[in-house]
């Protein structure tokens, strides 16, 4: 480096040359390294740095003993909005399914493209039947909790996440659907995981090019 000094010195290029030539191939390499990045890749690291810690980093052992060792949850009206979603929308799931399901939820919230606030999100669209984002809050039927137990499981879920719990699982999903079905969004956008009888997914960044 001073040899590479001495020499713009002794062209008389001075600091101020040297100091832009060096910023320009930084800029260069730095292109040259982003353009064999994927764009999802790149979209990854960009919205989540660390994908496996994306929500604070509080360690989550997905395990039902682990489970339920937490003490009984409650809390206020965005704890029950998402304990209440997780009961209708992943009760039958294994509990890394319940806790994906939370995550995707969770990672909605933080993303610009939908409501800010857990009850925002699971009551978006709702009022129209089958026009919204969780099928339990349009259908038509009344939401009755009758297995208190399961309800009990997936209140210490929802407890656990939104006190910080890690986001290791789906990569930053924003949408699932159960293998069942295969809706037309699905082939858009990223799939990131599959758990249990759910796939995960992610959209797509389209990068532009100079």
């Excluded at 030539?21 to 990854?44: C, F, M, P, W, Y």
């Excluded at 995707?104 to 129209?128: A, E, M, W, Y």
């Excluded at 699932?176 to 797509?204: D, E, L, M």
Aim: with cysteine; net charge positive; proline share 4%.
């Amino acid at each position: 480096m001073r040899r590479f000094i001495a020499i713009f010195l002794t062209l008389g290029l001075g600091l101020p040359a040297l100091a832009d030539t060096t910023v320009k191939q930084l800029v260069s390499k730095e292109k040259r390294a982003l353009s064999g990045i994927s764009a999802v890749r790149l979209d990854n690291l960009l919205q989540h740095p660390e994908p496996h810690m994306a929500s604070g980093g509080k360690p989550v052992n997905y395990t039902k003993s682990w489970l339920a060792s937490q003490p009984k949850a409650s809390g206020g009206a965005q704890w029950a909005c998402l304990a209440e979603a997780l009961y209708f929308e992943a009760r039958g799931e294994s509990i890394k399914g319940q806790f994906a399901v939370a995550e995707v939820i969770l990672n909605r919230v933080d993303s610009r493209h939908f409501p800010n606030s857990v009850c925002g999100v699971i009551k978006q669209g709702t009022g129209k039947k089958y026009a919204c984002q969780f099928t339990y809050t349009c259908d038509g039927h009344k939401e009755v909790i009758h297995e208190p137990a399961a309800y009990t499981r997936v209140g210490k879920v929802a407890k656990v996440m939104l006190d910080g719990g890690a986001r290791a699982l789906t990569r930053g999903a924003t949408y699932y659907h159960t293998k069942a079905v295969r809706p037309s969004w699905s082939r858009k956008f990223h799939r990131t995981a599959t758990i249990g009888v759910h796939h995960f997914y992610r959209r797509n960044v389209r990068l532009s090019k100079n």
